[in-house]
């Protein structure tokens, strides 16, 4: 499913990496949502709601201000109205949706 995952500790330079990787045209990212922490919630203990409301402050911010003219754009708000769902949210099914995307699939 995945090919590259980027992991870093704080400020060793992951938000430029980011920018960068988005530029490439051969390179998926995910658009809105920077860190997961999957893995914080299932083995350290974060919070789920703590991740959940990261993922939905980014979604007020860009998701719901932006038009929605098309059927794509249909598509992308459900994407990310799911990913915060918090009946569905880190679970193995959550993180392939996540990911969904890349594969062509979301």
Do not use: C
Not at 42 to 52: A, E, F, H, P, R
Not at 82 to 91: L, S
């Amino acid at each position: 499913m995945i090919d590259f995952l980027g992991i870093g500790t704080q400020k060793p330079g992951t938000t430029w990496l980011m920018k960068n990787l988005k530029t490439h045209p051969g390179a998926w990212t995910l658009r809105l949502i920077k860190e997961l922490h999957y893995f914080d919630v299932l083995y350290l203990g974060q919070s789920k709601t703590t991740q959940l409301n990261r993922v939905r402050r980014r979604i007020e911010r860009t998701v719901d201000k932006a038009p929605w003219k098309n059927d794509r754009s249909q598509e992308k708000h459900a994407y990310y109205r799911k990913i915060h769902d918090p009946e569905f949210a880190i679970t193995d099914a959550w993180y392939e949706h996540v990911f969904s995307r890349a594969l062509g699939k979301g």
